[in-house]
């Protein structure tokens, strides 16, 4: 059985199955591990390094991660959670809207983004989120998530 076929909320999952997961590569997989995956909680992790694209310009001499790849990081990590439940596995999640984001503290090189996502509303195509992003146990960046889950065919 292809791992597309299985639910494997419950497991921890690492890129290459994540990577089966998303379409997202480089430079725009923001999810490097997924430690806990259940039927409404996803923890997932994103390592960052000086060697991020985005340091060259954001900012020359000051690197910080961009906050709307912070929120992009936590969407990715929402959308693992969304499609690794039974009832969404192959489809696609829409990143519909985001509400009440707030960016707490600057994320620089050597931090390890941990990104709580925890299901708030499910529906049959709709899924809303409440997401903290956390860095040595302090929150550095918070959301409302709301999510389209579409069966690729019914998506053109
Ligand atoms: C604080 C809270 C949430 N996100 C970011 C911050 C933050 O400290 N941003 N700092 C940006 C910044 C940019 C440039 Br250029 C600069 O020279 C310095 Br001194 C900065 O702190």
Redesign the pocket.
């Known amino acids: 059985m292809g791992n597309e076929e299985q639910d494997i909320t419950g497991k921890a999952l690492d890129i290459n199955t994540i990577m089966k997961i998303l379409p997202h590569r480089y430079p725009f997989l923001l999810v490097d591990r997924v430690l806990e995956v259940s039927e409404n909680r996803i923890v997932g992790i994103k390592n960052v390094t000086m060697n991020e694209l985005f340091f060259q310009g954001h900012?020359p001499g000051?690197p910080?991660m961009p906050?709307v790849l912070i929120l992009e990081a936590m969407a990715q990590a929402g959308g693992v959670g969304a499609l690794s439940h039974k009832d969404n596995v192959g489809k696609l999640a829409y990143f519909l809207s985001i509400n009440n984001a707030k960016?707490?503290?600057?994320v620089v090189p050597g931090d390890t983004l941990r990104m709580e996502i925890d299901i708030t509303k499910r529906k049959t195509s709709i899924l809303q989120c409440r997401a903290v992003a956390k860095v040595d146990g302090e929150v550095v960046t918070e959301a409302e998530m709301t999510f389209a889950l579409i069966k690729p065919n019914e998506a053109e």
């Open positions: 900012f000051k910080i906050g960016f707490r503290k600057p």
